[in-house]
């Protein structure tokens, strides 16, 4: 059963904690994303990473840091730099294979810092 | 700045009626144009993808890309109360990444 995993589903914090947010999957796509979606906006890119061992910055890398030491999982660590965490984490994939570059999502990460 | 927008809504229509939902991009560079369906609370569902001017149909649902325009559109046929979600319109960055950019997104509302 093919897809992408996030856990946990919700996740409380207090502030001034790091946490870091599971993202797996079993597509055998080379390109893995993190999106952050807050009510009312669309999806801003975080971080991506279309092969193992790199990584490169979205457009609100601030405060998060991520790794892709495996093509299957790209964690993503909210850290105690990110003003304001709480929000929808979704983590995403696709092939790199001409213009196939759909990407598909997991069911997200709903993340609360208190 | 690379911008993807969209009518936030709500779009009302009755059950059984035709749905339109319209996008404009600002990248010229955009090959690829994506429609990802939203329920509350959910992730995004891929539900069309549309490469080439045009119209590509699958089912009830018909994307048309207008390059020229930079405009792109959905069209939901005999819309479901299920079809009641938010939908996105995303572009492709353009250059060497696989980059995407949403739009903010567009709540459709089906009244049975």
């Known amino acids: 059963d093919g897809g992408i995993t996030q856990s946990p589903k919700y996740l409380f914090r207090k502030e001034g904690q790091n946490v870091t947010l599971s993202c797996e999957q079993n597509?055998?796509?080379?390109?893995m994303y993190w999106y952050r979606q807050d009510p009312g906006q669309g999806l801003r890119l975080i971080y991506y990473?279309?092969?193992?061992?790199?990584?490169q910055k979205g457009d609100i890398a601030e405060g998060y840091s991520v790794s892709r030491e495996k093509k299957e999982s790209f964690p993503l660590t909210v850290t105690s730099a990110q003003k304001n965490p709480t929000a929808f984490y979704l983590c995403?994939?696709?092939?790199?294979?001409?213009?196939?570059?759909?990407?598909?999502f997991g069911p997200g990460t709903r993340l609360t810092v208190t | 700045q690379k911008e993807v927008e969209q009518n936030s809504g709500p779009l009302s229509v009755p059950e059984g009626a035709i749905a339109s939902l319209n996008c404009t991009y600002s990248?010229?560079?955009?090959?690829?144009f994506f429609w990802y369906r939203q329920y509350s609370g959910k992730s995004p569902e891929l539900i069309m993808s549309?490469?080439?001017?045009g119209d590509k149909e699958d089912g009830r649902f018909t994307a048309q890309l207008n390059k020229a325009s930079q405009y792109v559109s959905l069209l939901i046929r005999d819309s479901q109360p299920s079809d009641s979600a938010t939908y996105l319109c995303?572009?492709?960055?353009?250059?060497?990444?696989?980059?995407?950019?949403f739009g903010t997104g567009t709540l459709l509302a089906v009244q049975p």
């Open positions: 995403a994939s696709s092939a790199i294979e001409g213009f196939s570059d759909e990407q598909y």
């Open positions: 597509l055998n796509h080379d390109a």
């Open positions: 990473s279309q092969i193992v061992n790199d990584f």
């Open positions: 990248d010229r560079g955009s090959q690829s």
């Open positions: 549309i490469y080439s001017n």
């Open positions: 995303a572009a492709h960055y353009g250059g060497a990444t696989n980059k995407l950019i």
